[in-house]
């Protein structure tokens, strides 16, 4: 309310000014009273959705409020500009020319300059040469530092904490006990003692059937009582395979695996890890198992392949 | 960091709301309704439905309140919808399974656990399937339920029968006392905090880059619209 | 008042053009003609955008700690107390709950980032279908595709900072990406990473002066490039009275243009905010904190790098490997060979185009998509191929949320991402042919006249 009186009163003020005289030979410009008169008034909600805005930030700072009181601020001052250009200033249209680029005669000329600096030089194929691999030696001296930048990749991704005898834990530290893990059911398993955010620690154990597994004949052993470990970095693109399906009724339901649920890869815990669907290019790793005197669950050796995404050397080392 | 478990254990096997039902009757309800698949006896039928001894209470009484079971044909993957049966009647069918043995319908109470012990087993156990806020998500082979009209009975029972291929967790993995955990935390996920302003869904940037395009872009492109002109005007 | 305002303007004028000689720059400069079609203003919107992108960026820096430190939350938000996570997680739960319009100012700045490159891609189509890459355009088109680049990284490496599940998810599969290069793969993601994945300190180090200096300078000096080109070159304009090769018709910079430009501008800042209050995006405190074995399903990337995921997910699980080397690990396929071929035809585009018909000519003056019905077409079919690869990025959301298989989808999809571009190329052509013979506007099918010519067949009549 006040705001529209305060408008009606910088309107009338406005009004009451003079207008200048127009400039002789040229039509008076038209006029815009209504368009102004609403800039006027978007304009004097401007401050006052600022005030509203401040007395939200200074009170519940709620992130609704805030976000509705600046930016309506904005949106009016926007529209006040929008109808300034459109609708109160003047709608001139300006023709310019547009600036020649081609220059003919200033490029021979650059040309001759250039050419120029071989004149006199009599072995200047030569020197070009040398300079080149003067300027190469250099540019490779300088990328020599950015080696500094990280450590030899083929000993840092030929690390394994596994080997024989090494516990499986949980994300606690605990040692799993393989009777915890029901049939049907999985668990994430750490290399005790080793750094968990490592690829190669951390392990999905699955417990499904003995009769279950077809595992490849020198993997004979590696899945005691059904227990089956494998490494849990997708060796598509280094997500955590976590996704474990187990039907609870087989015959009318699809068979156990491990997904990716990045990129829905999905391996078969029963044959070894095999790619059954999606875009993985290699199996998944498989950790022998063994079960202790204890119960617990520990490696019987290393992974059956290199853990984690594919690269140049994956299946050599 | 152990989750303090122990003292908080909720669960308590609920024979009660078992014995609410009458299993004659239901042993007549599953002779008309469901015998085709798993048999007169519920002993199974090869290929059709499995055996229901030892299946036990819970998993009855989670197949037919979240309208799992029955199904319109063997091989099609059982979803959540309306129950087929009325409640009292799933009390009846629930008692006679029941009383083929297995475990009973776990009683869960929500309130004694705690939220932040329950997001960190979610998200260790069940976030990789269900989504961090529980609203489901894809599998090969298989569709996995949102978690936003799952009770914290159906979510208990969910954990220690494993239904179609979800893993099954016993007591010695997830406590009873974790069990009432990850129910608060599914009671809070299903309206988290939105302290950003509409959640769309809790989904993540699926519907971000929607809004982006056909609230934010859009909006822009209109305002340009009007500021411009169109070719010849 | 008014009289005060002309003194107070001549006094600038002069004092300016007495030191710097600024007189002539400052008439040629207000006189600047902007032609006035809409589309014109689309690069204008992603500009304003990066503007607001860098202030809102400083305003988070003074909250963000880039650490991965791990500590233990005891913040206000409940359901990750006594979690252990990053400092820079931590921080940027603070910046959503404990700083007063922090959360305002962290969501607006994402929301920027989102409608940036949707503006940039409206702008780029815009280039292409009206061939405003043509000579002498070429070079600013090349610059144009550089600022995108950059753009997708940066903001790919922005919403990586926040160290939450979602951008460890993403920072695995780019590390896997970088791995899957061909030779030099595990080389280069050992040197980016500073050691092995998920990398400490000195990883979030680099990440975090990559995205709050380098990227944002190098797009600053692009931006100028650009800027000065378009100055020089001065902004193409569609076909219409008056207009020729040689001319620029329009609405000069003072004072319409300019306050046309500040509208949009405002209007931007408008949207932004309104967005990044009304609209919650990335609520990092619901994902909770990453660690390689945790994951989430239906992890998307921002909008922009979805593209990206769709081709890791539709491509067939092809490996090559020779003498036990694997020469192309799959991850390469949809994660770099993709992109590098999308960008590769947009660089080249021009040159093909000018082999192709053999134009050699400066152009000023516009086509309408429908005036070369060829390059329409290779566009509309380019642009839905990376569109479907797009979508088939988020199907598990339409799995979960509109109860399709996933596996039939992306058997779909595979399908469709090499049928529907041709499709699309012989429709659009088709439809392109038939607008140049009808003349019809194709949103308001404005009428034509037609009138019988001398020979007695017909013929339309422009205005």
């Known amino acids: ?317 | 960091m152990r989750v303090v478990a122990a003292a908080v254990c909720t669960l308590v096997l609920a024979g009660s709301a078992a014995a609410a039902g009458d299993p004659q009757h239901g042993k007549q309800l599953f002779q008309t309704g469901c015998a085709s698949c798993h048999g007169l006896d519920a002993r199974g039928i090869r290929g059709r439905g499995p055996d229901l001894h030892g299946a036990g209470a819970a998993a009855a009484d989670f197949y037919l309140r979240t309208g799992r079971m029955p199904l319109d044909s063997p091989r099609s993957e059982p979803q959540r919808s309306e129950p087929a049966y009325p409640s009292d009647q799933i009390d009846d069918l629930v008692a006679y399974i029941g009383s083929l043995g297995g475990p009973a319908v776990p009683t869960v109470d929500p309130a004694q656990g705690s939220v932040s012990d329950g997001q960190r087993l979610f998200a260790a156990n069940c976030a990789q399937c269900h989504q961090i806020v529980g609203r489901g998500g894809a599998m090969p082979g298989a569709s996995i339920p949102t978690l936003l009209h799952a009770t914290p009975t159906q979510i208990a029972e969910a954990v220690r029968i494993g239904p179609y291929v979800m893993p099954r967790f016993g007591p010695d993995q997830i406590s009873d006392g974790d069990l009432a955990s990850i129910a608060r935390y599914v009671e809070y996920a299903k309206h988290p905090r939105d302290e950003g302003g509409w959640g769309m869904f809790d989904i993540g940037p699926v519907p971000e880059g929607m809004a982006t395009w056909f609230v934010g872009a859009l909006a822009l492109v209109l305002l340009i619209r009007v500021l411009g002109k169109r070719a010849g005007e | 008042m008014v009289g005060g305002a002309e003194e107070l303007i001549r006094k600038a004028v002069r004092a300016l053009d007495e030191r710097l000689g600024s007189a002539p720059l400052l008439k040629k400069t207000l006189r600047y003609v902007f032609p006035d079609h809409w589309s014109f203003m689309l690069g204008e919107i992603a500009l304003y955008c990066f503007v607001f992108l860098v202030a809102s960026g400083i305003y988070l820096t003074f909250f963000f700690k880039p650490s991965f430190q791990h500590v233990i939350y005891h913040g206000t938000y409940a359901p990750l107390r006594g979690t252990e996570m990053t400092k820079a997680y931590e921080s940027t739960l603070q910046i959503s709950f404990s700083v007063k319009a922090g959360l305002l100012i962290r969501q607006a700045h994402h929301w920027a980032a989102n409608v940036f490159v949707a503006a940039i891609v409206l702008h780029l189509m815009r280039i292409f279908f009206t061939g405003a890459f043509r000579k002498p355009r070429d070079i600013n088109m090349w610059v144009g595709l550089t600022m995108l680049g950059l753009a997708l990284f940066e903001g790919y490496a922005g919403y990586s900072l926040a160290d939450d599940l979602l951008s460890g998810m993403g920072l695995a599969i780019g590390y896997s990406v970088l791995m899957s290069i061909p030779v030099a793969g595990a080389w280069l993601a050992a040197l980016a990473w500073g050691g092995p994945f998920p990398g400490g300190e000195v990883f979030i180090g680099r990440l975090y002066i990559v995205h709050v200096l380098i990227v944002p300078l190098a797009i600053a000096t692009l931006l100028a490039i650009h800027l000065a080109i378009i100055v020089r070159q001065k902004h193409t304009d569609f076909r219409g009275p008056g207009r020729t090769e040689r001319n620029v018709v329009g609405t000069p910079l003072w004072p319409s243009y300019a306050f046309r430009s500040l509208g949009l501008m405002l209007g931007v800042v408008a949207v932004l905010f309104l967005l990044g209050g009304l609209f919650q995006i990335n609520p990092v405190w619901l994902w909770g904190p990453y660690r390689p074995d945790l994951a989430t399903n239906g992890a998307q990337p921002d909008w922009y790098i979805g593209w990206l995921i769709g081709a890791l997910r539709l491509m067939p699980p092809l490996e090559i490997h020779v003498f036990g080397y694997t020469v192309v690990p799959n991850a390469f396929f949809g994660g770099a060979l993709f992109p590098l071929v999308v960008f590769g035809f947009l660089y080249a585009w021009p040159a093909i185009e000018r082999r192709k018909t053999g134009d050699r000519a400066r152009h000023e003056l516009l086509d309408r998509p429908r005036d070369n019905p060829w390059r329409t077409a290779v566009g509309a079919a380019f642009f839905t191929w990376v569109w479907l690869v797009f979508v088939a990025g988020s199907l598990d959301q339409a799995v979960a949320h509109l109860q399709l298989s996933y596996v039939q989808q992306i058997w779909i999809f595979r399908v469709a991402v090499i049928v529907l571009p041709i499709v699309v190329f012989f429709v659009t052509r088709a439809i392109c042919r038939d607008l140049q013979r009808s003349e019809l506007h194709p949103l308001d099918r404005r009428p034509t006249r037609v009138r019988r010519g001398p020979s007695g067949g017909f013929e339309t009549i422009e205005d």
């Open chain 1, 1 to 317: 309310m006040i705001r529209w009186l305060v408008a009606a009163i910088l309107l009338l003020f406005g009004r009451g000014k003079p207008e200048p005289p127009p400039t002789p030979g040229l039509p008076p410009r038209p006029t815009h009273p209504r368009a102004e008169l609403l800039a006027l008034a978007l304009l004097a909600l401007v401050p006052g959705a600022v005030v509203v805005f401040a007395v939200v930030y200074f009170t519940s700072a709620n992130t609704q409020l805030l976000g509705l009181t600046l930016g309506g601020a904005f949106a009016f001052a926007a529209a006040a500009a929008a109808l300034a250009a459109n609708r109160i200033l003047p709608q001139d249209t300006h023709v310019e020319e547009r600036p020649e680029l081609d220059h003919p005669v200033e490029q021979a000329e650059v040309e001759e300059l250039v050419a120029e600096a071989g004149e006199g030089v009599t072995r200047k194929r030569l020197l070009v040469l040398a300079a080149g691999g003067a300027g190469s030696a250099l540019a490779g001296a300088l990328v020599l530092p950015a080696l500094s930048c990280g450590p030899d990749a083929t000993k840092i991704l030929s690390e394994s904490p596994w080997r024989r005898g090494r516990r499986l834990v949980d994300e606690h530290g605990e040692p799993i006990a393989a009777h915890a893990i029901e049939l049907g059911g999985t668990i994430t398993g750490f290399a005790e003692g080793a750094d968990k955010e490592r690829m190669a620690s951390s392990v999905v154990v699955v417990h499904v059937r003995p009769d279950e597994l077809d595992l490849p004949p020198e993997r004979t052993g590696w899945a005691p009582e059904g227990f089956a470990a494998y490494s849990k970095i997708c060796t598509h693109a280094g997500c955590a395979v976590s996704e474990f399906r187990y039907p609870l009724y087989d015959p009318t339901s699809p068979k156990p695996a491990l997904v990716c649920p990045c990129h829905y890869s999905t391996f078969d815990v029963s044959t070894g890890g095999h790619r059954i669907f999606g875009p993985a290019g290699r199996a998944l790793p498989q950790l022998p198992l063994e079960i202790d005197g204890e119960g617990h669950l520990v490696a019987a050796g290393d992974f059956s392949g290199r853990v984690g995404p594919s690269w140049w050397g994956v299946r050599k080392s």
